[in-house]
């Protein structure tokens, strides 16, 4: 793991789209693992501007989104796949048809689990993954007790990551989703290289678990200590407690 400590959220994102366009310059095909949340944004806006710069090529790149609600429709503002939309494919300028998030509306979950998966294969693998962490340190929404083979499937959601994401659903809990789907823990790490972005004290306790605690189920994000390249880029108060 490479830790990297920026004096802003906003700097740690601009070195994050520095590592994913590095990352995918030099791919023929290439893949790019996307992340929603708070975290990312900033990752998010420098990537923007390079592809309006001409420094980022986003034409040829295949997305594919972490995770999604289970039961909201795609249309939904809160939808992951609107929201990747908004944030993320319309303004790199992503090739639409070439950006996936799973469906949160299928009716069999499994299968839809299951393609999705077969589609990660079939596109060559993520070269780059974007990820941000839970509070409870959760990755993509692998909450704790997931395990670190998991794959793409249905999940509960934990009480305190509906609690945490009520703030997308006007501060109302009760609309939050119960369930989701994910990509599971094996299939993040998977991903050829990793670019986790932090940011806030209220992700310190769960990044200090990630770098210095005991690696273990209860901390979903430990199972990235074993992977070969991940960097993780914080600001000052994501690193207070490192
Ligand atoms: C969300 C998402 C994750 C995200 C994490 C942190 O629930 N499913 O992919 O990384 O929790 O969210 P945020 O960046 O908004 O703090």
Redesign the pocket.
Known sequence: MEIIVEDSAEAAGETGSRAVIDALASRPDPVLGL??????EHLYASLARASAEARFDPRRVTAFA??EYLGLDPAHPQS?RSVVDREVTRPLGLDPARVHVLDGGARNADAECRAYERAIQAAGGVDIQI?????NG????NEPGSSFQSRTRRQRLDER?RR??ARFFGGRIEDVPQE?L?QGIGTIREARQIVLV?S?A??AEAVSAMIQGPVGEHCPATALRSHPSVLVLLDREAASQV
Do not use: V, W
């Open positions: 992340a929603t949340g708070s975290s990312p972490l995770d992951y990820l941000g962490i839970g509070a959760h990755i993509g929404f990551t945490d994401n989701c994910t932090a806030g209220g992700k």
